[in-house]
């Protein structure tokens, strides 16, 4: 991990330094006004001279010339150009150079991630399942997003507990054993993947349902609440089919989680809390005996706390768990990754639990937090699973690795089986991952999955490609690649220089990332990052041409410093988003 000043942050504090002594402004004047400037410009940073003119009592332009003409020699900064209402600071890449290749080769696998002790505890909790069917796809954009975002939250230093809650009671789960007790026989899961054997009796109930069934399914559920021995016994070995199908998923896909919740361990203990409502007037008693909060002052409409029969709803749960959760781990932040069709329920969620007293609930302390995503469309007509209008998760990462399979194939005929097979899992599931992540959030997408498994292109598969070539390369170069004497002034084709900058926005982009909660923002870095290395890496001569032919040993070891840079950068930034970054494509 690195404390350190990044690249980025010693020349911004050099010219901060060296403008303060210049024009004798407070160095916190001078930090809050600098702008980075259109890349067309090759500036570093640029400050505006609106508020400095002003005091001078001169023009924008003329303060710029003027203030220009007073600038001392630095270290770092090159030069001072006036550009209009602006001075542009143009940094010494000779030196530069230098700095960022010495972080990047020092620093490695802890480059960009600056953990800085932060004292706040984030729990996010994600993926959080019904348990009455297999996971489907709109629940793989959601453990990416929350691993990702759990990656990222770490790599700067905050303390992140990885929650999931199992949603494993209530109707979803009373269908599934309804439709078995009715047409199970007895049946085992055998070699049938298990939450796939219990989401074809849900799939069984919905087709064969009736109003006799209906009526059976309320029954099963009181009975459920009331603790039937029978009824129990039946749903404890259908909710372990189950929970033990999603964990091989969880597995197959990369997902961790710290902490497990079950809703079964918190519907019945809201009684507290029923109580507390009552007797505060958030909640009451409605027509037909349901206990009901009312928010029609707040423009939230009604919510329905406990059914008319006593039986408990999703919110029942949440509001019993959610306490528990800031008093049990003492956090102070909860994130929970649910997507956009909930937006409602959690505003009542957060509105209640404010109403009923709890002070980690109040808005402005932004201690709740609803991290709402867009839904997964799919190309009409494609991949249809068992229930016609969903992807199921485990056919979906099957059909991207044979995806992967065939562009591997393209590529290296006489790859072992093995090999293949683990290469094609890693490339499959990092294009899956990777085109769930690059949008933002809150934007639906339309998934397509051949395009996202191709190896050029905004995808997952082109980063890693970009991975690969780079440690081809050093593979090359052998003992070459790996001595840490380097000359980096060397470095000075445009390429070169372009491709250094990208590696130095790194540790700026992550912590961006972490401040606005945006995974997509190192998703993009990523994508940027691998087109300039692959511009240099077309352009410059690295263990071959010019390099080689004319002896330039120097040159060749400073451009191998500045591959494995990349190398170490890509394979980072992939990493904060669960996506493995193989050596070999």
């Not at 930090?31 to 001279?49: F, I, M, N, R, V």
């Not at 090159?78 to 890449?93: T, V």
């Not at 030196?95 to 706040?120: A, F, H, W």
């Not at 909930?342 to 991290?371: N, T, V």
Request: a positive charge.
């Amino acid at each position: 991990m690195s404390s350190s000043k990044t690249p980025a942050e010693k020349f911004r504090h050099e010219v901060i330094k060296t403008m303060a002594n210049s024009i004798r402004v407070a160095p916190e004047k001078i930090d809050a006004a600098l702008e980075k400037p259109p890349e067309s410009t090759g500036a570093e940073l640029a400050l505006p001279c609106y508020s400095f003119a002003k005091e001078r009592g001169k023009s924008p332009v003329e303060a710029a010339n003027n203030i220009v003409k007073s600038i001392k020699k630095s270290r770092l900064v090159a030069r001072a150009q006036a550009f209009g209402p602006y001075i542009n600071f143009y940094a010494d890449w000779n030196l530069m150079n230098t700095i960022v290749l010495e972080m990047i080769l020092s620093e490695d696998e802890s480059y960009g991630c600056r953990k800085q002790n932060k004292p706040e505890k984030i729990m996010v909790e994600y993926s959080s399942p019904n348990t009455n069917k297999p996971l489907h796809l709109g629940h793989l954009r959601n453990d990416a997003l929350g691993m990702a975002l759990s990656n990222i939250l770490e790599s700067v230093g905050y303390r992140v507990t990885k929650a999931i809650l199992y949603s494993n009671r209530g109707m979803g789960i009373s269908k599934c054993m309804l439709a078995y007790d009715n047409w199970g026989r007895g049946r085992k899961p055998g070699k049938k993947k298990p939450d796939q054997f219990v989401g074809d009796f849900y799939t069984m109930f919905e087709k064969r349902k009736s109003k006799g069934l209906e009526k059976k399914l309320q029954e099963t559920l009181r009975k459920w609440e009331e603790g039937d021995s029978k009824t129990r016994t039946l749903w404890k070995m259908m909710d372990s089919w189950v929970i033990d199908g999603f964990k091989q998923t969880y597995k197959a896909f990369g997902s961790e989680f710290d902490v497990e919740f079950r809703e079964s361990d918190f519907y019945d203990k809201a009684g507290p809390i029923i109580k507390r409502g009552l007797k505060k007037k958030v909640f009451f008693r409605d027509y037909d005996g349901a206990i009901v909060a009312d928010l029609e002052k707040q423009k939230l409409g009604k919510k329905v706390i406990l059914r008319p029969d006593g039986t408990s709803v999703y919110i029942t749960n949440d509001l019993t768990l959610t306490p528990h959760k800031f008093e049990k781990f003492n956090i102070d932040r909860s994130v929970w990754v649910v997507g956009s069709e909930q937006d409602l329920y959690f505003q009542q969620l957060f509105k209640i639990l404010e109403l009923l007293g709890y002070s980690w609930a109040r808005p402005e302390k932004g201690m709740c937090m609803h991290y709402s995503y867009g839904l997964v469309y799919l190309p009409e007509g494609k991949m249809k699973s068992r229930e016609g209008d969903v992807v199921d998760a485990d056919e979906i990462m099957d059909e991207m690795a044979g995806l992967a399979k065939k562009e591997i194939l393209k590529r290296e005929k006489g790859i072992r089986k093995k090999e293949l097979e683990k290469r094609a899992r890693a490339i499959g599931i990092g294009a899956l991952k990777y085109f769930l992540l690059k949008m933002d959030h809150r934007k639906n997408i339309h998934f397509k999955p051949k395009e996202s498994v191709s190896f050029e292109g905004d995808t997952g598969p082109y980063i890693q490609y970009s991975h690969a070539r780079a440690c081809s390369i050093l593979r090359k170069a052998g003992r070459a690649s790996s001595g840490p004497n380097f000359d980096a002034k060397r470095l000075k084709h445009e390429k070169e220089k372009v491709l250094i900058q990208k590696l130095m926005e790194f540790p700026e982009t992550v912590e961006k990332a972490a401040k606005y909660l945006k995974p997509n923002y190192i998703a993009n870095y990523a994508h940027g990052l691998a087109t300039y290395f692959n511009d240099f890496y077309e352009a410059v001569p690295v263990v071959k041409g010019d390099s080689v032919q004319r002896g330039h040993r120097e040159i060749r070891k400073a451009r191998l410093a500045l591959v494995k840079a990349a190398a170490i950068t890509l394979r980072n930034a992939l990493a904060l988003l669960g996506i493995e970054a193989p050596e070999r494509m």
